[in-house]
């Protein structure tokens, strides 16, 4: 195999789920965790939003985290930060609960064994918009473990969020690789398949595709897992 590392997307991924069901089981759950503390749960749901676009603006100069908490704060005031440890927990317990609006495919664990017995490293390429006690749960609920991945992105190790490119960048000055060594594989044209523009490698995964501005993914190399694998075997 050419490719030295294989970069996997997660959310519709490595775990099937349509994101618009999976969105509103997540901010159900997070808004019924923060009502005894005294949040409206539609404010809350827009303050997160809010502070998601604030991660996706990031421009680097700090992590995703701070640049997510710097928004809370400024809606609820600084004596609001009292209850971080609070939400921070809710990703540990309640988060849980989003799972049923999942899917699972064991192909997918499949695909990532199979790249460890030939040693090639895997890095998790989710966009970092999530604590690590999420993400780790929903790679779990895709029959993998966070020792299964070189480096998985989440808010608290990140500057970057997809689509910018140097989301990948600062992920290749990380683990040390070139570009053109590197193939994502993602289901988003827009946030996963412009790491080609970096000169990587792309397979876009149809099986939860997203396609918002309806480009023609012909250009891309394209399927299921099935044709993932077997595009994993010519490279």
């Given amino acids: 195999m050419k490719i030295k590392a294989v970069l996997f997307d997660l959310d519709g991924t490595l775990l099937p789920m349509d994101q618009d069901e999976f969105v509103k089981a997540y901010f159900k759950l997070l808004a019924a965790r923060m009502v005894p503390k005294g949040y409206e749960p539609r404010e809350l749901v827009e303050c997160i939003w809010t502070g998601t676009k604030a991660m ?31 939400i921070d927990a809710f990703y540990t ?48 609920w895709a029959g993998l ?18 689509p910018n490119p140097k989301y990948y960048q600062e992920i290749l000055k990380k683990t040390g690789f070139q570009p053109e060594e590197c193939l994502m594989v ?35 190399p394209h399927g299921g897992f099935a044709q993932l694998k077997e595009y994993l075997h010519f490279l």
């Fill in 56 to 86: 996706i603006k990031n421009n680097g100069s700090c992590r995703n985290e701070e640049a997510f908490w710097r928004c809370f704060e400024e809606k609820y005031g600084e004596e609001a930060m009292k209850d971080k440890p609070y």
């Fill in 93 to 140: 317990g309640d988060f849980e609960k989003a799972k049923v609006s999942c899917g699972f495919n064991k192909e997918a664990a499949e695909v990532i064994h199979e790249l460890q017995e030939n040693d090639v490293p895997i890095i998790l390429a989710t966009n970092p918009i999530f604590p690590a006690a999420a993400t780790e749960k929903r790679m779990r």
């Fill in 186 to 220: 993602g289901n988003d044209v827009q946030e996963d398949m412009v790491a080609a523009t970096l000169g990587m490698k792309v397979f876009l995964l149809t099986d939860c595709l997203i396609n918002k501005e309806g480009r023609d993914i012909s250009v891309f």
């Fill in 145 to 162: 473990e966070p020792e299964d991945f070189l480096l998985y992105t989440t808010y608290e190790n990140s500057h970057y969020c997809k």
